[in-house]
Nanobody, 116 residues
């Protein structure tokens, strides 16, 4: 399984960005898709996940601001990020898993920078 992420960039605080991640290869293996992020000097944080049925989970730090969605026909997962804050600045990694957790497959990171 290969994951390719798109959509990072520089945005001002309170702005929005949408990340997307396309999966290819043995995609029938995938149940859960999601996003991790890692800021300099900080631990990696699981941001959001979504399973094939559409059930979602979010980190408390992004609830109400980020929305994860998935297009199974396109094998793509999206992360709509609204009301961005400088503390959302990080490298965001797309990830996927065969069963109930992500982490089996990783995409390349995409940088998100939020200026104050």
């Amino acid at each position: 399984v290969q994951l390719q992420a798109f959509g990072g960039g520089l945005v001002q605080a309170r702005g929005s960005l949408r990340l997307s991640c396309a999966a290819s290869g043995s995609i029938f293996n995938i149940n859960v898709m999601g996003w991790y992020r890692q800021a300099p000097g900080k631990q990696r944080e699981l941001v959001a996940t979504i399973n094939r049925g559409g059930s979602t989970n979010y980190a408390d730090s992004v609830k109400g601001r980020f929305t994860i969605s998935r297009d199974n026909a396109k094998n793509t997962v999206y992360l709509q990020m609204n009301s961005l804050k400088p503390e959302d600045t990080a490298v965001y990694y797309c990830c996927a898993g065969r069963y109930f957790t992500v982490g089996d497959f990783w995409g390349q990171g995409t940088q998100v920078t939020v200026s104050s």
